[in-house]
């Protein structure tokens, strides 16, 4: 059985940073792509980065660019994601995802496996 398990949010001062990760269980990290996608309250889950299984090709929602920075690292089967410059806007449940093959998608529909959330909220 398959587990995400995020850690590394909180509360920060708008401009501060936070970098979370997630932590994958249960099947062979190294061949599944992983994204990140956040929900704020009100609104709908909404696609934030994604990385590949080997880690080559990234792709990043166009409010993010330039901003956050998605990694991994096979051998501790976790991917982080490096949150910069964060806004009030940034302030949302982020979750981790993972999808049963090796490359990307911004489509939260297409994967299979999800974590539970870890709280980001930025202040002012």
């Known amino acids: 059985q398959v587990q995400l398990v995020e850690s590394g949010g909180g509360l920060v001062q708008a401009g501060g940073s936070l970098r979370l990760s997630c932590a994958a269980s249960g099947r062979t990290f190294s061949s599944n792509a992983m994204g990140w996608f956040r929900q704020a309250p009100g609104k709908e889950r909404s696609f934030v980065a994604s990385?590949?299984?080997?880690?080559?090709?990234?792709r990043y929602a166009d409010s993010v660019k330039g901003r956050f920075t998605i990694s991994r690292d096979n051998g501790k089967n976790t991917v982080y994601l490096q949150l910069n410059s964060l806004k009030p806007e940034d302030t949302a449940v982020y979750y981790c995802a993972m999808r049963s093959v090796s490359y990307s998608n911004s489509d939260g529909n297409k994967y299979d496996y999800w974590g539970q959330g870890t709280q980001v909220t930025v202040s002012a």
């Open positions: 990385i590949s299984s080997s880690g080559a090709y990234t």
